[in-house]
């Protein structure tokens, strides 16, 4: 197992274009989240998914936007970049929640800078 | 509120020093899930352990611990004889079971260093 892959591992933007974070898992998890890590300010959830088809949104979301077309994949799209989104990004997936909660894998995070 | 506090924001010891990480946390869920990651220099972010609420026993593996306690609602964690290779930032993270709220709280963390 490849566990949750995570691409580019590094992105310069400038501000106001767009791109995609890649996020895929081979294990079959039903969830799966993106997270921004920022010096001082911890972890927060941008988006998560309970299932293909399925989305919400978690603690700051603007300015990003998911979906989910398969278990697999989780893509992230970061609309028009602004320096403010310079951070560290991180995919996460685990098994499903309900009846009890299990541990979430990340993947090797994608550090991005917007200029 | 629901809140997880990890007060000690950087911890210095020496190798082989014991060293313990504090978490606080805060629920009005009875039932919930408390979890300890680590984040190596390399960046990754490693599961250590998950508790739930109803098991307060003690868990030791190799050279950590982890001290669960409802009745000061903390969760913390010791290394034993720590080495070079803990040094990481650890994070502790609250799990509320109620309804379908599948979002992890997280602490800021706390940095830790091993010095030879």
């Known amino acids: 197992n490849a566990g949750v892959t995570q691409t580019p591992k590094f992105q310069v933007l400038k501000t106001g274009q767009s791109m995609t974070l890649q996020c895929a898992q081979d294990?079959?998890?039903?969830?799966m989240s993106w997270y921004r890590q920022d010096p001082g300010m911890g972890l927060r959830l941008i988006h998560y998914?309970?299932?293909?088809?399925i989305t919400d949104q978690g603690e700051v979301p603007n300015g990003y936007n998911v979906s989910r077309s398969t278990t697999e994949d989780f893509p992230l799209r970061l609309l028009s970049a602004a320096p403010s989104q310079t951070s560290v990004y991180f995919c996460?997936?685990?098994?499903?929640w309900g009846g009890g909660t299990y541990e979430q894998y990340f993947g090797p995070g994608t550090r991005l800078t917007v200029t | 509120a629901q809140k997880v506090t990890q007060a000690q924001t950087e911890i210095s010891v020496v190798e082989k020093e014991d060293v313990t990480l504090d978490c606080v946390y805060e629920t009005r869920d009875t039932t919930y899930y408390l979890f300890w990651y680590k984040q190596p220099p390399s960046g990754e972010l490693v599961f250590l352990i998950r508790r739930n609420s109803f098991d307060e026993q003690n868990e030791i593996s190799g050279r950590y611990s982890w001290n669960f306690q409802k009745s000061t609602s903390s969760f913390n964690f010791t290394i034993t004889a720590s080495q070079v290779v803990d040094s990481a930032v650890y994070f502790c993270a609250l799990s509320p079971n109620a309804g379908n709220n599948r979002k992890l709280i997280w602490g800021l963390g706390t940095s830790l260093a091993v010095n030879p």
């Open positions: 998914s309970v299932g293909a088809g």
């Open positions: 294990m079959n998890h039903e969830y």
């Open positions: 996460a997936s685990s098994y499903p």
